[in-house]
Nanobody, 119 residues
Framework: QVQLVESGGGLVQAGGSLRLSCAAS????????MAWYRRPPGKQRELVGA???????TYADSVKGRFTISRDNAKNTVYLHMNNLKPEDTAVYYC?????????????WGQGTQVTVSS
């Protein structure tokens, strides 16, 4: 069984910073891609950014220059460093991973962590 467990969410004032973490555990051979999504209140889930195993990353235009994704392959962990947070960043943030188990590529989601940015 594979689990993705997020941590680090909370309440922060506009202009502040937070770091989210997501650790994958279980019978995992490798994790080619890890990503962060978010679901703002009343809206659909959207991609925040993603990072490959070799460290290549992409970001949504709305977070470029403010958010940074990093990962620790030895710990199967991905991080989302969020700076200069805005009220519109308020959302439930979800970790997602494409990973190989027993020869097959599978996709998993974390349970989500709430980030609230006050103005």
């Amino acid at each position: 069984q594979v689990q993705l467990v997020e941590s680090g969410g909370g309440l922060v004032q506009a202009g502040g910073s937070l770091r989210l973490s997501c650790a994958a555990s279980g019978s995992i051979f490798s994790i080619p891609t890890m990503a962060w999504y978010r679901r703002p209140p009343g809206k659909q889930r959207e991609l925040v950014g993603a990072i490959t195993r070799d460290g290549s990353s992409t970001y949504a235009d709305s977070v470029k220059g403010r958010f940074t994704i990093s990962r620790d392959n030895a710990k199967n962990t991905v991080y989302l460093h969020m700076n200069n947070l805005k009220p519109e960043d308020t959302a439930v943030y979800y970790c997602n991973a494409d990973l190989y188990r027993w020869g097959s590529l599978e996709n998993y989601w974390g349970q989500g962590t709430q980030v609230t940015v006050s103005s």
